[in-house]
């Protein structure tokens, strides 16, 4: 069975960074591709940004694009989100995801991953 871990998130103050860290284990885990969701109360799961296996393909959200960076790190089974340029709306629990599949355009659905943390806080202070 695979597990992801999600750490790293905590109280910022706008225009801060945080750094989000999320481990893969157990199972097939070699080549899944891997993203964060986030989520506010009584929202829905937004996607935030994606990686592919190899690291080559990312894909961001409109609304954190060139704020925000998905990195892995295959040898660790580690992938990170890179948090710069914070605003109060970028508070949410932040969920690390996995799939099998491929980054098509189903990708940013959240139903389209089987794999989930638990999530890690993240909160930006106006």
């Known amino acids: 069975q695979v597990h992801v871990e999600e750490s790293g998130g905590g109280l910022v103050q706008a225009g801060g960074s945080l750094r989000l860290s999320c481990a893969l284990s157990?199972?097939?885990?070699?080549?899944?591709?891997m993203g964060w969701f986030r989520q506010v109360p009584g929202k829905d799961r937004e996607f935030v940004a994606n990686i592919d296996w190899t690291g080559e393909t990312t894909n961001y959200a409109d609304s954190v694009k060139g704020r925000f960076t998905v990195a892995r790190d295959n040898a660790k089974k580690m992938i990170f989100l890179q948090m710069d340029s914070l605003k109060f709306e970028d508070t949410a629990v932040y969920f690390c995801v996995a799939r099998l599949w491929g980054l098509g355009p189903e990708s940013i659905l959240p139903q389209s991953y089987p794999y989930w943390g638990l999530g890690t806080q993240v909160t930006v202070s106006s």
């Open positions: 157990g199972g097939n885990s070699d080549h899944l591709d």
